[in-house]
């Protein structure tokens, strides 16, 4: 999609939007198919056009646009995981806070090693010509991660907002944990690596993660270190462009509302927040995603009603346009013909390297789910919470399951570690990148398109359809360690009068967690709403219903 | 902004992120100032930006983002067209017709005529370095076109809407005929041209425009060739693009109606429209403001309130975005070192060529807006219709005045005929990037910025804030030749029931207009409607009171 005259050309960008449009309308054909979503559709029209051009221009090439890392990075994902966060249902994303950074962090790093050094000692017997240490690491940072976006796909937030919110969000703090990791590999001397300076080297790429987010910050150890990681983003972000925003629209357009003014403000300010982070090396993944969540919770009350249905809906749109477009694209590029001459010659290697990446990723995830979720249930305080044997295991699995997706992330990633040197002429770099493609695919298309039935078939129906219900399956993780509403959202009943007040010391040793959201909502109610708007703080316009309007 | 790792950071994306945020907030703490408006007030912070730029980098360079033709033809330009076309007046717009396809294809032709021969004369006499009889047939084409970016943003449709109607869809048709004309330029050989071969090229490229849109059409005159040009693309685009969205949204959404894919798709059917009108030569311009009025007629009623308003608000602030993005750049990119350095040998010439570009511009305009106004006023039917002198001569003046602007079409033009040969070493064309700069910042600002108090001095209070009055100024041109509200729209009331049924052959002779409206009329709803949906023919969702939401 660069404006190279030679990749992109009148043609190529008219035949992508005819088939964005196709996909749009053969989704919604197919959308009472359980076995179809939107992605993989979009695949598999990838997969088809992709055929017809490898057809017509007889074997010389199948994409009409060439994946592109900056393309992916800088225009695509932004509006995706923007959106996530305004359209995240807060409550239920900030009780399960806890066990998300566990998951996301924590996990994330259990199953980069796992993967690292799977591949490392497996990939000896196969003959796929040279890796060095750092592409074995940065084979483990690039399948280490669950994607948000397939996730955004495959499971609901109203059907299942517990697995939603800890598998996204999850998704959210694991993508942006691989990146860093990734990034770290890539600028690390790894020419002469021991076991001892691969220990190192995840103390320092977390310390780094530390150091770029709160420098004068007291070093410890790893979980704490992603904790202020994102403590420390979610503050930058608060600061630099959420609340920026906020303050902006408030004292500037009270009483007189251009639309499409405030729009383009929310809109740019969104994106201002995303390339802020690049440009200091933050978490730009964690920082449009909060960013999102400040702009839901104070922005978006300060604008007139018809911005906010226009906001609601375009943010939807350009989240939903750039899904299709990104798996449309992967599909596309699936073909290519270039990287798949090399692979052909052998292909029992290429497919040993598929299975037992897909393998790793397997054992990966089961070696962080299952561990971190049992931890999870010992610190649980009364006997009543805990859950039988069977009940554990089958939501682990749940939890286990939905995570396998592998998406864009890994592809982009595997781009821009296997062609920098030589592009995909190198046999190594060749057989990687298929097999990375050939991983996203399967686990995609395979492990997608089981996850609706396997929920179905192991959660009771009734979970399904409830929305936030207080059934079993709910209400596991959201009592397991934590129940930390830090900000309210307006969807459900979560009212200062519910809380009783701690009167004692003893009462807030015994109940932290409602005591942090108690003070939360009182500092919320008393200076942050008065300064920059909110529910409840802006002029209500009389006889307008928009909660019809929104679903 | 090209993926150009050279050109584009994230850095300097950021910046131009923040420059864009803060030209809203400037623009909107300036709006009550009756000098400004956005257009001139991102211009202003593009050129303090390159100063700033210019400064902290000693000289080198003074833009962050190069003037990229494609980015402003593929992805800048459609959506501005695209919401004009959306949002337009239907009922002024189809009765100023005929006036607009006169002061659009034959007013535009006339200026290139004067413009061409005007620097074919006078630039011999200055020393500017070699320029082929090409390049003054170029000069003629870029300095032709009125913009329709700025008329945008100087007339107000609700503040004069005749005005506003005439200029802005000459500015539409012409900018189409400019650049249609600078391609046929292009495309000749014009290396041994006589005032012969000259006439006959002009035939040329009218018949080339005629036999792109409808092969089989007999040969005829220019006007009619340009009436069938615009009748063709009409049609075009109706059968491509506008009615099948309608048709598509209609017949897969009804009853339930997911907002996004709604939304997602007349977006992606609009850009389809402005694509495949590129890729088949035809003008997509054109097209995508007659998608915009089809969609405008037909899909929006088809889709759910919630999407109207999205569609709505959406549309205006991409449209607003890019605009400003547009000023911003060129602002920025007029300060560009390189090209400045040739002229500043010679400041006195580059000096000339601008006087003298902006001379023949005033000129062509004179020329073409006074013979034909005058010639449409004899083709008036009764006496009392006719103005006395002084009332026709205000109304031209401010015609005149208000379509002078040069911008970012020419601009865009400039660097395509100018830079292919060498860049801007050369010192002709040097001169003529920046004399070409200089006009479009003269006319814009200068010219811009005097249009509302102009039109405040020559036109009486009363019709800046009638609306769609009938005052003199609005019912002057809307009689003028013809009266024809080929589709009628939902603002004001044109009832079938306000139309007398033409019972014999004299009365449909005596009034064409009304029965040609009335015919249409009758067609759209026995026919269109029922196929394609609109107004009244979706059924309507109770208690959502839409109206006071739109404004």
């Not at 408030?250 to 440009?279: C, F, N, Q, W």
């Not at 595997?414 to 002429?425: I, L």
């Not at 298309?445 to 709910?474: A, E, Y």
């Amino acid at each position: 999609m660069a404006l190279d005259p030679d990749q992109t050309s009148v043609d190529s960008i008219t035949l992508f939007v005819a088939l964005l449009c196709s996909c749009i309308v053969i989704g919604h054909l197919l959308e009472k198919n359980r076995w179809f979503n939107e992605s993989t559709t979009a695949l598999a029209i990838g997969l088809c056009s992709g055929i017809i051009i490898l057809l017509t221009t007889e074997g010389k090439r199948s994409h009409i646009l060439v994946f592109n890392e900056e393309l992916f990075f800088i225009y695509l994902l932004p509006p995706i995981i923007f959106n996530a966060g305004f359209q995240v249902k807060k409550k239920q994303f900030f009780r399960n806070f806890a066990m998300i950074i566990l998951f996301g962090a924590v996990g994330t790093l259990i199953s980069f090693v796992i993967v690292s050094i799977g591949t490392m000692q497996l990939f000896k017997k196969l003959d796929i010509g040279f890796l060095d240490i750092g592409d074995y690491l940065a084979i483990g940072a690039i399948f280490s991660a669950t994607d948000s976006v397939c996730t955004l796909q495959v499971l609901n937030q109203d059907e299942t907002p517990l697995l939603y919110s800890i598998v996204f969000g999850e998704g959210v703090v694991n993508d942006a944990t691989s990146i860093v990791l990734f990034n770290a590999i890539q600028k690390f001397d790894l020419s002469h690596i021991t076991l001892r300076i691969f220990i190192e080297f995840i103390g320092t790429s977390y310390t780094s993660l530390l150091q770029a987010h709160c420098l004068d910050f007291p070093m410890c150890i790893c979980i704490s270190c992603m904790v202020a990681k994102f403590v420390s983003s979610l503050f930058d972000l608060i600061f630099f462009v959420g609340l920026i925003s906020a303050y902006i629209i408030k004292k500037l357009y009270i009483g007189r509302h251009p639309t499409d003014r405030e729009v383009a403000l929310m809109i740019l300010m969104a994106y201002l927040s995303y390339m802020m982070a690049e440009l200091f090396n933050l978490s730009s993944i964690l920082t449009v995603f909060f960013c999102g969540i400040v702009m839901s919770h104070y922005t978006w009350h300060n604008v007139t009603e018809s911005s906010r249905i226009t906001t609601k809906h375009a943010f939807a749109t350009l989240s939903f346009i750039s899904e299709i477009f990104i798996f449309l694209y992967v599909g596309m590029d699936a073909l290519d013909i270039e990287k798949w001459k090399v692979v052909s010659k052998s292909p029992g290697t290429s497919a040993g390297v598929s299975s037992i990446l897909l393998g790793l990723v397997l054992v990966g995830r089961a070696a962080s789910v299952f561990p971190l979720s049992f931890i999870s249930n010992l610190f649980k305080r009364s006997e009543s919470d805990k859950f039988t044997l069977k009940q554990q295991f089958v939501k682990q699995v749940t939890i286990w399951w939905a995570g396998l997706m592998r998406g864009s992330v890994s592809v982009a990633l595997a781009y821009n570690q296997f062609t920098r040197s030589g592009h995909t002429q190198l046999r190594g770099n060749s057989i990687m990148i298929t097999s990375t493609i050939t991983v996203v695919l399967f686990s995609t298309v395979v492990f997608g398109l089981m996850t609706k039935p396997l929920i179905r078939l192991l959660l009771p129906s009734k979970h399904l359809c409830g929305g936030v219900s207080s059934g079993s399956f709910d209400s596991f993780p959201s009592k397991l360690m934590t129940d930390l509403p830090l900000i309210a959202n307006g969807d459900a009943e979560v009212g200062g009068n519910n809380i009783p007040r701690p009167t004692s010391l003893r009462m807030l040793l015994a109940t932290p967690t409602r005591t942090v959201h108690y003070y939360w909502r009182k500092f919320d109610d008393s200076v942050m709403r008065p300064m920059f708007g909110g529910r409840g703080f802006m002029p209500h316009v009389p006889g307008s219903p928009t909660e019809p309007l929104l679903h």
